[in-house]
T-cell receptor
Framework: DAKTTQPPSMDCAEGRAANLPCNHS???????VYWYRQIHSQGPQYIIHGLKNNETNEMASLIITEDRKSSTLILPHATLRDTAVYYC??????????FGQGTELSVKP | EAQVTQNPRYLITVTGKKLTVTCSQN?????MSWYRQDPGLGLRQIYYSMNVEVTDKGDVPEGYKVSRKEKRNFPLILESPSPNQTSLYFC???????????????FGDGTRLSIL
C-alpha cells in the first residue's frame, strides 16, 4: 500500500509561513493527496486536496512535485490557532484512505 | 446545518457486552467511513461504505461490524468488545463520486470508548 511520511513535529513563528512536507513516493496515478488537521481530539478538519496541479484556497496552498512523489502544505501566515496535528493522506480508488503519522505543528508567538 | 452526528460521545463498558455506536449524516453523502485513533498511531480506517449495502474493510476491521441499510446511517457494532478496542472513534462522510473520492470528508466529533 502507498504510504505517506511526514516529520513528527515542526515549529513556526507566528505570522510566518509554515511549510509542511509530505513524502508519498509510491503514490499511484489516480490517488489524490489530501491534507487535514486535528486540534486536540476534535474531528479532523479538511484543509485542501489535489491530484496533479498545485492548489490554493482560503486556508492554504498545496504544492505537488511534478513526479507526484512529494507535496508541501503551505500556511501563508501562521497564527496560534493553526497549532495542530497535520495529516497528509492519500485517497485511492475505492475509498480506502491511507494516513501518515502526522506532523505536530507548534506556532509560537 | 450540515453535520455528521455520532452517539454516544462517551461510553464506559465491560468486556463482552455488545455495543453499537451510531453515525448519521444529513448531507445525502454516498460515502461513509469509520476510524479509530490511538496515541502515537494516528487515524486508522476500520470500515468504509461507498453506498447503501456496499461496505469494505479498512486497515483494522477485526472485532468490528458495520451495516449500511440506508444512506444516512452507518452504525459501528462491537459484538464482543475487548480492552484493546478502547479508543477514540470517528465517523466521516463524503460526497465523493465514483472511485476517486475527489471530495473532502466531513468528520463527526468523535466517540471515546473505554472497555474495562
Amino acid at each position: 500500500d502507498a504510504k505517506t511520511t511526514q516529520p513528527p513535529s515542526m515549529d513556526c513563528a507566528e505570522g510566518r509561513a509554515a511549510n509542511l512536507p509530505c513524502n508519498h513516493s509510491t503514490i499511484s496515478g489516480n490517488e489524490y493527496v489530501y491534507w487535514y488537521r486535528q486540534i486536540h481530539s476534535q474531528g479532523p478538519q479538511y484543509i485542501i486536496h489535489g491530484l496533479k496541479n498545485n492548489e490554493t484556497n482560503e486556508m492554504a496552498s498545496l504544492i505537488i512535485t511534478e513526479d507526484r512523489k512529494s507535496s508541501t502544505l503551505i500556511l501563508p501566515h501562521a497564527t496560534l490557532r493553526d497549532t495542530a496535528v497535520y495529516y497528509c493522506i492519500l485517497v485511492r480508488r475505492g475509498g480506502k484512505l491511507i494516513f501518515g503519522q502526522g506532523t505536530e505543528l507548534s506556532v509560537k508567538p | 446545518e450540515a453535520q455528521v452526528t455520532q452517539n454516544p460521545r462517551y461510553l464506559i463498558t465491560v468486556t463482552g457486552k455488545k455495543l453499537t455506536v451510531t453515525c448519521s449524516q444529513n448531507m445525502n453523502h454516498e460515502y461513509m467511513s469509520w476510524y479509530r485513533q490511538d496515541p502515537g498511531l494516528g487515524l486508522r480506517q476500520i470500515y468504509y461504505s461507498m453506498n447503501v449495502e456496499v461496505t469494505d474493510k479498512g486497515d483494522v476491521p477485526e472485532g468490528y461490524k458495520v451495516s449500511r441499510k440506508e444512506k444516512r446511517n452507518f452504525p459501528l457494532i462491537l459484538e464482543s468488545p475487548s480492552p484493546n478496542q478502547t479508543s477514540l472513534y470517528f465517523c466521516a462522510s463524503s460526497s465523493g463520486t465514483g472511485g476517486g473520492l475527489n471530495q473532502p470528508q466531513h468528520f463527526g466529533d468523535g466517540t471515546r470508548l473505554s472497555i474495562l
